[in-house]
């Protein structure tokens, strides 16, 4: 059973930082590249991040770029999303998703070509101005 769940969310003030984690099990966690994902009310659910299965290499959409910092621990099982300087529009559900390196690159996977095959339930985080 593959189980995938996100934790860390909550309130911060603007300007504030927030590390999500996001930790696997039922699969071969190194074998999958990994993202981060977020859902703001009213809006469709976009793209933040996205990491290859050793660490080494990232993509950053343009809300993440010099704020948010992704890495991944794969002897824990475990992805993190570092948000730093954060600003009450990021604002919204948070979700981590996996998705086999064979199927696409990390742009792929991030901006939504290629879809993750698992997806956690969520983390909401809210940042108060």
């Known amino acids: 059973l593959v189980q995938v769940a996100e934790s860390g969310g909550g309130l911060v003030q603007a300007g504030g930082s927030l590390t999500l984690s996001c930790t696997a099990s039922g699969y071969k966690f190194d074998d999958y590249t990994m993202g981060w994902f977020r859902q703001a009310p009213g809006q469709e659910r976009t793209g933040l991040a996205c990491i290859g299965w050793s660490g080494r290499s990232t993509y950053y959409r343009d809300p993440a770029k010099g704020r948010f910092t992704i890495s991944r621990e794969n002897a824990k099982n475990t992805l993190y999303l570092r948000m730093d300087s954060l600003k009450p529009e990021d604002t919204a559900i948070y979700f981590c998703?996996?998705?086999?390196?064979?199927?696409?690159?990390?742009?792929?996977?991030?901006?939504?070509?290629?879809?993750?095959?698992?997806w956690g339930p969520g983390t909401h985080v809210t940042v108060s101005s």
């Open positions: 998703a996996a998705g086999s390196y064979l199927s696409g690159d990390l742009y792929d996977y991030c901006t939504g070509s290629v879809k993750f095959t698992y």
